[in-house]
Nanobody, 124 residues
Framework: EIQLVESGGGLVQPGGSLRLSCAASGFKFDDYGMNWVRQAPGKGLEWISGITWNGDKTYYSDSVKGRFTFTRDNAENTVYLQMNSLKPEDTAVYYC?????????????????WGQGTQVTVSS
């Protein structure tokens, strides 16, 4: 059974930083691209970042580019999202998600498996 478990969310002031983690199990981790998706209160799902199976390519939405960094550790079956210069509009539940693909994709409707999410709140 595929499991994705996010952690690292919390309350942070504007301008602050957080690092999210997503621990994966139940599948061959280094065969899959990984993605981060968020959902702000009252809004739909927003793809924000993806990383290829070996980490050689990363992609970001315009909303987070230059502030967030997506990395992976294939030895630990874990991906990380370093979030800097956080803004109130980054407040959302953050999910990691996959589909059966070594690349990554911004097509959230195609994802096969999702984590339970971790809440990030940016507020003073």
């Amino acid at each position: 059974e595929i499991q994705l478990v996010e952690s690292g969310g919390g309350l942070v002031q504007p301008g602050g930083s957080l690092r999210l983690s997503c621990a994966a199990s139940g599948f061959k981790f280094d065969d899959y691209g990984m993605n981060w998706v968020r959902q702000a209160p009252g809004k739909g799902l927003e793809w924000i970042s993806g990383i290829t199976w070996n980490g050689d390519k990363t992609y970001y939405s315009d909303s987070v580019k230059g502030r967030f960094t997506f990395t992976r550790d294939n030895a630990e079956n874990t991906v990380y999202l370093q979030m800097n210069s956080l803004k109130p509009e980054d407040t959302a539940v953050y999910y990691c998600a996959i589909r059966d693909d070594p690349d990554c994709s911004d097509a959230v409707e195609d994802y096969d498996s999702w984590g339970q999410g971790t809440q990030v709140t940016v507020s003073s």
